[in-house]
């Protein structure tokens, strides 16, 4: 089991950027991907960005304004926005897929705002 605390979110205005971070905690050794999905209103969730432990993969939506990254120990995890539109308007969550035994399981955190406007 891992826990995973976001943090970073905001107002911002288009052009902006943010920096989210999450903190990961527990079984961080068993992890076999993490990343940020993001739900705006209205609006079913998407991915936004994965790191594993070969590659990262970062969604059309967001590529080339968005990287992901997290620290040596892999215990933070970030994800760096640059050029945020309105439509980035959203509620961000990290998540960890958990390798358990036989099985893979996801945990999320609580998400974070942001919001991109004049």
């Known amino acids: 089991q891992v826990q995973l605390v976001e943090s970073g979110g905001g107002l911002e205005r288009p052009g902006g950027s943010l920096k989210l971070s999450c903190v990961v905690s527990?079984?961080?050794?068993?992890?076999?991907?993490t990343g940020w999905y993001r739900q705006a209103p209205g609006k079913e969730r998407e991915l936004a960005a994965t790191?594993?432990?070969?590659?990262?993969h970062i969604a059309d939506s967001v590529k080339g304004r968005f990287t992901i990254s997290r620290n040596s120990a892999k215990d933070t995890l970030y994800l760096h926005m640059n050029s945020l539109k309105p439509e980035d308007t959203a509620v961000y969550y990290c998540?960890?897929?958990?390798?358990?035994?036989?099985?893979?399981?996801?945990?999320w955190g609580r998400g974070t705002q942001v919001t991109v406007s004049t």
């Open positions: 527990g079984s961080i050794s068993s992890i076999k991907a």
């Open positions: 790191i594993t432990s070969d590659n990262t």
């Open positions: 998540y960890a897929d958990v390798i358990d035994g036989f099985y893979v399981t996801r945990s």
